[in-house]
């Protein structure tokens, strides 16, 4: 059974940093692309970034680009956010979830299927 | 890429069908022939859960109530028979063009 699991979400400062992580089970992590996707408190759907199987690629938001890094260790099956100067506006549920997209090669089911439960991140001073 | 949705919201009798139309500001056709657009339901409380692949392809153990149509860039998700646990929030998202997008979503509640 795929499982995806975040963690690292919590309160943290305007300016601030927060790593967070997400766990991944029951597939074969390496030839996944994974992604990040956001959602602040009762609003929609924000995709902020992606990266490749192989970790070589990696795409970002305009929102997020240049204070976000995208990373994954395949030796921990662990796929990394690392967020820097946070604003506000960062606030939000983070998911971990596949990631399905032309450049990629096809898994089946595809990718953007699994999804984590998500880990708040707070951004307030 | 922009996504649009109509309508905003959808309030169904059990049983009673329900659709959802989608919109892209550009096309989701590939030169490989597929056509990158999917739904998404988000129950009360839940993460996201993937519907529909492909514009028709049912996402696995999804009931076949649900189906989807479209292409280029005008697509539509059916519930032929509305069920209670089919609340929640409906999103398109497109996975052609970088950086993916979704929709607004549409919340369906039951009558």
């Known amino acids: 059974e795929v499982q995806l699991l975040e963690s690292g979400g919590g309160l943290e400062q305007p300016g601030g940093s927060l790593r967070l992580s997400c766990a991944a089970s029951?597939?074969?992590?390496?030839?996944?692309?994974m992604s990040w996707v956001r959602q602040a408190p009762g609003k929609g759907l924000e995709w902020v970034s992606g990266?490749?199987?192989?970790?070589?690629?990696?795409y970002y938001a305009d929102s997020v680009k240049g204070r976000f890094t995208i990373s994954r260790d395949s030796s921990k099956n662990t796929l990394y956010l690392h967020m820097n100067s946070l604003r506000a506006d960062d606030t939000a549920v983070y998911y971990c979830?596949?990631?399905?997209?032309?450049?990629?090669?096809?898994?089946?089911?595809?990718?953007?299927?699994?999804w984590g439960q998500g880990t708040l991140v707070t951004v307030s001073s | 890429i922009v996504m649009t949705q109509t309508p905003l919201s959808l309030s169904v009798t059990p049983g009673q069908p329900a659709s959802i139309s989608c919109r892209s500001s550009?096309?989701?056709?590939?030169?490989?022939?597929?056509?990158?657009l999917y739904w998404y339901l988000q129950k009360p409380g839940q993460s996201p859960q993937l519907l529909i692949y492909?514009?028709?392809s049912r996402f696995s153990g999804v009931p076949d109530r649900f189906s989807g149509s479209g292409s280029g860039t005008d697509f539509t998700l059916k519930i032929s028979r509305v069920e209670a646990e089919d609340v929640g929030v409906y999103y398109c998202?497109?996975?052609?063009?970088?950086?993916?997008?979704f929709g607004p979503g549409t919340k369906v509640v039951i009558k």
């Open positions: 550009q096309s989701l056709l590939h030169s490989d022939g597929k056509t990158y």
């Open positions: 998202m497109q996975a052609i063009h970088l950086p993916f997008t």
């Open positions: 029951g597939f074969t992590f390496s030839s996944y692309a």
């Open positions: 979830a596949g990631m399905t997209h032309p450049l990629f090669p096809t898994v089946t089911p595809p990718a953007n299927g699994y």
């Open positions: 492909e514009v028709s």
């Open positions: 990266i490749s199987g192989s970790g070589g690629s990696t």
